[in-house]
């Protein structure tokens, strides 16, 4: 049995330095992840006027709850979509001018359900360009609260950037969501709002966020689910090997360890204790039909997987997918196919025919790690695979391909 230490959550990382600056007095993060992301959110919060003090094991932020230190800053966000969506949110709260831009990447990807929510509070937000797309200015003179209705179905970050505001308001909002992607995201919002000190309800799609403020405390990150679904996939494909990944046991706050309960039902033997999970090949692994859409980051994995099943795996309810890093769903059926295999795709849906894929393919990343990390999984049982842009691991993953090629060359 392997045994795999996973950097931490890009996730839980992110959200912990937003509540950290929010929040009254110094907060430490304990192994927060290190990565493109998040240190690009770091460096937001820095030029925001915040102070962020990292170490190699801990992170320390001064909280400021009356919003950024400086009354003028410009802001980089990289390719970073929890940056580019919360630090314009965190901004928001404070008084000042703040200007917003990020990489070609993420000027792509859409954030007009949370720019019109936004406004709906009153909060004087402008994109310079394209409306509901970066770059974007921030007039900020506080939000009062209230209640808004939010459409969440392109993705739950935007409201877990309006529940995360609910403390700093004057009067607490009241969120009503129409529709929501990726539910299992909006728990962890919620799970550490309230280890920060906020007090949240919901009441059927609404939830209710009391105007608290937070308190600072010392916070440990959990190993990244997401990252962890690459060696579990690695597992449960090649005969005769397991993967334990500690610190992702039963009480895990991250939705995607569900993913190991598709490579169950696959096939694979999964064992979830209170200090880690473990998969284990059985030899062999089934096609099925399976719904993603609260687990959406992980289709790649499971794609990348799919031509090794005994019969068709067929994933749905992952719309969302095409407006991540790159269309995710598309980006998957074409370097399937490039390797020979059988795909066919709808809106919001892949089905992925059994195959033998077959090298040498390049593939076609489209600077999306998600794409290399899973594609780095085929590449075990496939001679040839190269990535047109290995490096963009780095935005959550930098040492991924010395990990995983220790892993691979582990008997």
């Known amino acids: 049995m392997t045994v795999i230490d996973i950097p931490g959550s890009k996730s839980v990382t992110a959200r912990a330095l937003f509540l950290a600056a929010a929040a009254e007095g110094t907060t430490t993060l304990l192994r927060p992840l290190a990565s493109d992301d998040?240190?690009?959110?770091?460096?937001g919060l820095t030029a925001l006027g915040h102070t962020v003090r990292r170490e190699p094991e801990a992170w320390h932020i001064e909280g400021r709850p009356a919003g950024p230190g400086l009354e003028s800053a410009d802001v980089y966000c990289r390719d970073g979509a929890t940056t580019a969506r919360f630090l314009p949110t965190l901004a928001a709260a404070g008084h000042?001018?703040?200007r917003f831009d990020a990489s070609a990447q993420m000027r792509r990807r859409p954030l007009g359900p949370l720019s019109t929510a936004l406004r709906d509070l009153g909060?004087?937000?402008r994109h310079r360009e394209k409306e509901g797309h970066h770059p974007l200015d921030v007039h900020a003179a506080g939000v009062k609260g209230g209640a808004l209705t939010l459409d969440a179905g392109q993705s739950s970050q935007y409201l877990t950037a309006l529940l995360m505001l609910g403390p700093l308001t004057e009067k607490g909002l009241d969120?009503?969501?129409t529709d929501l992607v990726s539910e299992p995201y909006v728990e962890i919002t919620l799970a550490m709002m309230?280890?920060?000190g906020a007090e949240v309800t919901r009441e059927g799609r609404t939830y209710r966020v009391a105007p608290t403020g937070y308190r600072a405390l010392t916070y440990g990150i959990e190993p990244d689910a997401s990252t962890a679904s690459y060696f579990f996939a690695a597992a449960a494909l090649e005969p005769g090997r397991s993967v334990t990944v500690p610190g992702l046991g039963s009480g895990a706050l991250q939705g995607d360890l569900a993913f190991v309960d598709v490579l169950r039902r696959m096939g694979a033997e999964v064992e979830t204790t209170a200090t880690g999970t473990t998969v284990r090949s059985t030899g062999?692994?089934?096609g099925l039909t399976v719904n993603m859409r609260d687990i959406s980051d992980t289709m790649p994995t499971l794609a990348a997987i799919a031509p090794f099943a005994d019969g068709p795996v067929r994933i749905e309810d992952v719309a969302n997918t095409r407006v991540k890093e790159c269309d995710r769903l598309d980006a998957c059926a074409e370097n399937l196919r490039r390797l020979g295999i059988?795909?066919?795709?709808g809106p919001d849906w892949i089905e992925i025919h059994p195959g033998t894929p077959a090298g040498p393919v390049e593939i076609a990343t489209h600077g999306d790690h998600r794409i290399v990390m899973s594609f780095a999984v085929t590449a075990l049982r496939t001679p040839g695979?190269?990535?047109d842009d290995p490096g963009c691991v780095k935005k959550t993953f930098p040492d991924f391909h010395r990990a995983f090629g220790a892993f691979a060359r582990t008997p």
């Open 175 to 177: 969120i009503t969501v």
């Open 96 to 98: 000042g001018t703040y």
């Open 284 to 286: 062999a692994l089934r």
């Open 385 to 387: 695979i190269t990535f």
């Open 342 to 345: 059988t795909v066919e795709t």
């Open 123 to 125: 909060v004087d937000l």
């Open 38 to 43: 998040t240190e690009g959110f770091a460096e």
């Open 194 to 196: 309230r280890a920060f």
